[in-house]
């Protein structure tokens, strides 16, 4: 059940277009960060991260500093997730051991499906359900970070006033979210949307929106303020970003896989 069907590696990539699997897709951060984007949100990750995308589900891979990683897929694991989800190695690192493993074997065996990978399948599998038993967030984090994922593409969302409805004080919340998430409510949400932001200027496939349909997205009412915040953030305006993600996805073609 826990097969493995495929194991690669990226070596230092930049970015990965837009693509999905027929099967589940494993992939560990070795190196570096990034950001997978999905159709609604984005799970940035960093060394030492593994995230989980269920079939057909489509999804980008894009980073400014480079990444590294090991990506496996099986077509039937025996996991409950539902939805693409990140999960963080402990300290020993012993779920990395397990990719590695499983890439040398799959390389070895050149593609060939042995017992031998079914287990290392099934060691992953096993690493990853005793991490979902253990909530990432205490509940109201869970609760304020669900909350700006729901509304990030909302202008609207008046993220200070929903914190002051919540039966905590304003002060405490900003303190547990910031020591849970690493960042303060405000922050995070400013980071999703430009993290969204790049994901769109980055995918090549929605070159026909403009700068000001993106920003509308992304949750800014002013496509101006938008341009100027994401150059403070990434060193180039949105249009040059977006060029410069094109041409890297050119040269980086031949590190692109679908399976099918």
Same mark, same amino acid.
């Given at each position: 059940?826990?097969?493995?069907?495929?194991?690669?590696?990226?070596?230092?990539?930049?970015?990965?277009?837009?693509?999905?699997?027929?099967?589940?897709?494993?992939?560990?951060?070795?190196?570096?960060?990034?950001?997978?984007?999905?159709?609604?949100?984005?799970?940035?990750?960093?060394?030492?991260?593994?995230?989980?995308?269920?079939?057909?589900?489509?999804?980008?891979?894009?980073?400014?500093?480079?990444?590294?990683?090991?990506?496996?897929?099986?077509?039937?694991?025996?996991?409950?997730?539902?939805?693409?989800?990140?999960?963080?190695?402990?300290?020993?690192?012993?779920?990395?051991?397990?990719?590695?493993?499983?890439?040398?074997?799959?390389?070895?065996?050149?593609?060939?499906?042995?017992?031998?990978?079914?287990?290392?399948?099934?060691?992953?599998?096993?690493?990853?359900?005793?991490?979902?038993?253990?909530?990432?967030?205490?509940?109201?984090?869970?609760?304020?970070?669900?909350?700006?994922?729901?509304? /990030?593409?909302?202008?609207?969302?008046?993220?200070?006033?929903?914190?002051?409805?919540?039966?905590?004080?304003?002060?405490?919340?900003?303190?547990?979210?910031?020591?849970?998430?690493?960042?303060?409510?405000?922050? /995070?949400?400013?980071?999703?949307?430009?993290?969204?932001?790049?994901? /769109?200027?980055?995918?090549?496939?929605?070159?026909?929106?403009?700068?000001?349909?993106?920003?509308?997205?992304?949750?800014?009412?002013?496509?101006?303020?938008?341009?100027?915040?994401?150059?403070?953030?990434?060193?180039?305006?949105?249009?040059?970003?977006?060029?410069?993600?094109?041409?890297?996805?050119?040269?980086?073609?031949?590190?692109?896989?679908?399976?099918?």
């Amino acid at each position: 059940m826990d097969q493995i069907i495929y194991a690669g590696k990226h070596l230092l990539t930049y970015s990965v277009a837009k693509h999905f699997h027929a099967s589940w897709e494993f992939i560990y951060c070795t190196g570096g960060n990034g950001r997978l984007g999905f159709d609604s949100f984005v799970l940035p990750y960093t060394d030492g991260d593994i995230v989980i995308i269920p079939p057909y589900v489509s999804h980008i891979n894009t980073s400014e500093e480079g990444f590294t990683n090991i990506h496996l897929n099986m077509p039937d694991p025996n996991f409950t997730v539902k939805k693409p989800m990140l999960f963080h190695d402990d300290e020993n690192r012993m779920i990395r051991a397990a990719f590695t493993g499983s890439f040398l074997q799959f390389s070895a065996e050149r593609g060939r499906q042995t017992p031998l990978l079914a287990a290392y399948g099934h060691l992953i599998v096993c690493h990853l359900s005793k991490l979902l038993e253990t909530p990432v967030y205490s509940e109201i984090v869970e609760e304020i970070v669900s909350a700006i994922l729901n509304n /990030y593409p909302n202008s609207d969302f008046a993220l200070n006033e929903y914190l002051r409805g919540l039966p905590f004080s304003y002060d405490y919340i900003r303190k547990l979210f910031k020591k849970e998430v690493g960042v303060t409510p405000h922050r /995070y949400l400013n980071e999703l949307r430009m993290q969204v932001a790049a994901q /769109y200027l980055a995918n090549s496939r929605l070159g026909s929106r403009n700068v000001a349909e993106i920003s509308r997205l992304c949750g800014f009412h002013e496509p101006l303020y938008f341009s100027r915040m994401f150059k403070k953030k990434y060193g180039v305006s949105p249009s040059a970003y977006s060029d410069a993600a094109e041409n890297q996805e050119t040269l980086d073609s031949e590190n692109i896989k679908i399976m099918l």
